[in-house]
């Protein structure tokens, strides 16, 4: 019976990193919360980015080639990789205060 756990435990890992789930990442006050998280490498995923301000934003990425604009209060599903490992910064091109980073392993 715990041997059935741990692979279920280890197959909705596997899932959550293969793209089931998506990262979450908000934007607040001009803040993007987490500003640093780290995300699968060479696995395609999927980012959720919510604008939670009063005003639109453009996430923006230049080493991912990737920029959406997205207005108060919308969700954004953005696929990406896969990656190589490294560090993939990003931004919001309308205030330039809010940046973040993301981190292939």
Known sequence: MRFAFLLLFCLSAVAALAGDEPLRLVLHEHKFTPEQFDVPAHVKFRLLVKNDSDA???????????EEVIS???????YLGPLDPGSYPFYDDRHSAS???LIAK
């Open 72 to 78: 108060p209060g919308e969700e954004r599903t953005i």
């Open 99 to 101: 940046k973040g980073v």
């Open 56 to 66: 639109d934003i453009e996430w923006e990425s230049d080493e991912l080639d990737r």
